[in-house]
């Protein structure tokens, strides 16, 4: 006896469910072709369904099942997500949070603007010009250019003095950053030779010396930011490095990594390497990331001599490396910021850094029975002291003594972790914490108020 094959000719058309009213408000925001597809996709998978034995789905169940297509598919991409990581300038969650004044100037940016019109002389102008003076005067460099990121900014000092040529770099500076940026690679790439100098955990200025051949177009050092190298070491200071470059006639390049425009130490902090002590110290070029401990958008500043900025700009690479007007102008509002008395009350991101750990255990207890409301009864939510770290590579060692909210399972922790993770990440917005032993941690460094968290969390109890 043979089976009756699926009623699929009962299944709604495409063109019947894009009548809907539901599918006509989701095309306003969506557009007709994302529709369509999600609707596809839907009803593809209601044919495999009934395939099994399942019966015809209604059009409201093909609409549902379209939505969740829908979420999965279009609905990515950059939103407001709650970072309770315990990682202040997490990569993966786009690094610093900007100043409202940056905010503000990005849109004032979004319309036409002098970007590369000199309005005085209606000629045509520098379009980080701007970012340029601003980078003088907090650094006491002669010059400054600003690219894409402190990856391209690493690519273009190495292409421009090095293409052809040898790079002397540290056997202890090949550093690898996250995502596949190691610097033998990108020394490759920008068309130099990596010519290792020392060993891994020492380093002379003759090894520099012995290494100076007639082919070497620059001297570079890389700060080992994502690793610290403890115990029998040396390194050159920048000065000699700067000197030997000098008395051999080859330019000199230091990596900073994130670099930070205030000495640290002045908050309590390690030290972390600042550009303008490496120009005081004489070298030609200084990289760093905007988006790093600086608190930016994200880009690649560039700061030396006049020479050396010059040489840089006249790399073709350059044009295709540089930055729009919208990141400029966050750029030149976080960099006036860093000329203020106390940059830590403009910028967030070092706000954060600084916040006493007093007030963040604070603003904890004051949340953790809220939070517990929220949670259906198999949840118990505590105070927990913590220790966050300022991520992107910057000082790993560093730990920040924190405060927050320990959510645990009264049973059996089972998989209980994972799905209570897994519901706060599914929320309109997410909230991000870490799994630990055996609870769902949420570091509250970075939590504005208490409201902001609940009114993520939603009235109804989550029930993970
Ligand atoms: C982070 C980092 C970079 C890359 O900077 P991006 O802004 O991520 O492009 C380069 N060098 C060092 C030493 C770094 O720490």
Redesign the pocket.
Known sequence: MSQASPAYQDLPSVAGLLEQPLTVALQRRWGRTVITNALRQALSEARRAMAQGSPVPTAEALLIAMEAALEGQFTRGPRPVLNLTGTLLH?NLGRAVLSPAACEAMMAAAGAVDLELDLATGRRGQRDQAAEALLCALTGAEAAAVVN??????LLVLNTFGLGKEVLVSRGEL?E?G?S?RIPDIMTRAGATLREVGTTNRTHERDYAQALGPNAGLLMK?????YAIEGYTSEVSLKALAALGERHGVPTAF????GSLVDLRRYGLPAEPQPQEAIAAGIDLV?F????LLGGP?A?LIVGTKDAIAAVRANPLYRALRVDKVRLAALRATLLAWDQPEPEALLPTLAQLLRPEIEIRRLAEALAPAVEGRLSEDWSVGVVPLESQIG???QPTTRLPSAGLALSPRGPKGRALERLAQTLRALPTPVLGRITQDAFVLDLRTLGDAETLLAALGEHPLAP
């Open positions: 990569t990121n402190n990856a391209a900014a690493v550093v950053i995502g940026f890389v700060h080992p930011s994502n990596d900073l990594g994130a990289t990331s905007a988006d790093k994200q690649g992107s590579g910057a």
